[in-house]
């Protein structure tokens, strides 16, 4: 994962640990949802249309280090 310095505070989002401006951080993106096909489904008449996205998050150093 590559690392960029922030210019704005910031929370990890594996160790809910603040990264202060001019630290290093990295990004990666985690799913929202299941992956359908847009699937539709009926709860008393109200139809909703499942969606899957992907958002970016931000991970600290430390977090960021492959295990």
């Known amino acids: 994962m590559k ?4 210019r704005k505070e910031r ?7 603040s990264i202060i401006k001019g630290d290093l951080y990295g990004q990666k993106t985690i ?3 299941q992956k359908v096909n847009g699937q539709n489904e009926t709860f008393d008449g109200t139809s909703f ?5 992907r958002i970016p998050v931000s ?3 430390s977090c960021s280090k492959p295990s």
């Open 11 to 17: 929370k990890c989002y594996s160790c809910k640990s």
């Open 3 to 6: 690392l960029k310095k922030t």
């Open 49 to 53: 249309v499942t969606h899957y996205m």
């Open 31 to 33: 799913p929202l949802g």
């Open 59 to 61: 991970i600290c150093k």
